[in-house]
């Protein structure tokens, strides 16, 4: 599986970007798909996850109500809603699929694959 992640750009506070995770290759639906994020200085941070079928997902506190993830499998994308920006958001985002699914605490390394990053920069 390759992902590549698009849609990243520069926004004011409060405003509102989708990401998405385009993916290759002919098992993508049975991978969850997780993304992440690392602001500069900072450790990589789970952000939000949907499991293969689209029908669980699960956030980061810091993102819930805010954030939504969803993912089409017919065309092998995964998106992330990202409403409500605030400047705290400034990250680079990635996002990445695994073969199981975690209720809680999403481990870097438990992940099979990851995308390229992109930027999101929201400023106040």
């Known amino acids: 599986v390759q992902l590549q992640a698009s849609g990243g750009g520069l926004v004011q506070a409060g405003g509102s970007l989708r990401l998405s995770c385009a993916a290759s290759?002919?098992?993508?639906?049975?991978?969850?798909v997780g993304w992440f994020r690392q602001a500069p200085g900072k450790e990589r941070e789970f952000v939000a996850a949907?499991?293969?079928?689209?029908?669980?997902?699960y956030y980061a506190d810091s993102v819930k109500g805010r954030f939504t993830i969803s993912r089409d499998n017919a065309k092998n994308t995964v998106y992330l809603q990202m409403n409500s920006l605030k400047p705290e958001d400034t990250a680079v985002y990635y996002c990445?699929?695994?073969?199981?699914?975690?209720?809680?605490?999403?481990?870097?390394?438990?992940?099979?694959?990851w995308g390229e990053g992109t930027q999101v920069t929201v400023s106040s």
């Open positions: 949907v499991k293969w079928g689209g029908g669980s997902t």
């Open positions: 290759g002919r098992t993508f639906s049975s991978y969850a």
């Open positions: 990445a699929a695994a073969p199981v699914w975690w209720s809680s605490s999403w481990p870097l390394n438990g992940m099979d694959y």
